[in-house]
T-cell receptor
């Protein structure tokens, strides 16, 4: 089991650019979560999917953020346009309900 | 909605001393409770979980936590700290469908030699 795989591990981009973060959940898991971690706000739940369907996106900070899960093995989190305050570590996690979440190693995003 | 509060953003103990990390939860339904650990530049790893049954839960690396409904608490303990326990610890709560897991702000544990 390779675990939850996120790419890239690090992303540096300029303000205004589009950023796409990718996640491959553990095979067989039916729930997928996107979190953002910052020093100021800690871990924030952005959105989660059950069986590829978005269930709650109330944590998505602005319309600049969007997430998709076209199939059970892939999800993306897109920020367009990016801003410096989006700089954070973004984590993807998956689970087979009701088991606990398994986290990826995160993508560290820096927007200059 | 569920929420957790972790008391103390930083805890420092000496090697061999008791570790106590505090967590209180709020939930309108019977909760599932979790403790996760995060090492630098890594994702979160599950330490232990409470779902139903025995209220004293044992996890990995010698940690344990006790669910106390009357106190709405789920404190994490370890009898004797090791240097390798230095990390950030997160308490989390979810509903019984595990659909909406919420994390506390985290407690950074420092272990002094």
């Amino acid at each position: 089991d390779a675990g939850v795989i996120q790419s890239p591990r690090h992303e540096v981009t300029e303000m205004g650019q589009e950023v796409t973060l990718r996640c491959k959940p553990i095979s067989g898991h039916n729930s997928l979560f996107w979190y953002r971690q910052t020093m100021m706000r800690g871990l924030e739940l952005l959105i989660y999917f059950n069986n590829n369907v978005p269930i709650d996106d109330s944590g998505m900070p602005e319309d600049r953020f969007s997430a998709k899960m076209p199939n059970a093995s892939f999800s993306t989190l897109k920020i367009q346009p990016s801003e410096p305050r989006d700089s954070a570590v973004y984590f993807c996690a998956s689970s087979l309900n009701p088991s606990p979440l398994h986290f990826g190693n995160g993508t560290r995003l820096t927007v200059t | 909605a569920q929420s957790v509060t972790q008391l103390g953003s930083h805890v420092s103990v000496s090697e061999g001393a008791l570790v106590l990390l505090r967590c209180n939860y709020s939930s309108s339904v019977p909760p599932y409770l979790f403790w996760y650990v995060q090492y630098p530049n890594q994702g979160l790893q599950l330490l232990l979980k409470y779902t139903t049954g025995a209220t004293l839960v044992k996890g990995i690396n010698g940690f344990e936590a006790e669910f106390k409904k009357s106190e709405t608490s789920f404190h994490l303990t370890k009898p004797s700290a090791h240097m390798s326990d230095a990390a950030e610890y997160f308490c989390a709560v979810s509903d019984r469908n595990n659909n909406d897991m919420r994390f506390g702000a985290g407690t950074r544990l420092t272990v002094k030699p």
